[in-house]
């Protein structure tokens, strides 16, 4: 007696969500190990492991890298 067959690969899922969900470019998406994929996954679904980080170490990181979006008046002085 043989196994069943495996069930097909869901493609058209997993390209959705590593460049729609994700927003990687196509040559992000295809140089990304399936263990990579997976753990983005995992992410987007809540499974993570260790604590949150704290609000004042969000802060921190926060004024540490500023998102500056190209316009220099968003810029502080470092």
Same mark, same amino acid.
């Given at each position: ?8 690969? =869901?493609?058209?899922? $997993?390209? !959705? ?8 470019? =196509?040559?992000?998406?295809? %140089? +990304? ?5 997976? +753990? !983005? !996954?995992? !992410?987007?679904?809540? $499974? %993570?492991?260790?604590? =949150?980080?704290? %609000? ?9 890298? =500023? ?12």
């Amino acid at each position: 007696m043989s196994p069943p067959p495996a069930a097909a690969f =869901p493609w058209a899922e $997993v390209m !959705a969500f590593g460049l729609g969900r994700l927003g990687w470019t =196509p040559e992000a998406f295809w %140089r +990304a190990s399936p263990h990579e994929i997976a +753990a !983005a !996954a995992r !992410a987007f679904d809540g $499974v %993570r492991g260790g604590q =949150p980080i704290a %609000r004042g170490a969000f802060e921190a990181m926060m004024r540490a890298h =500023p998102d500056l979006c190209g316009d220099p008046s968003l810029e502080e002085e470092r």
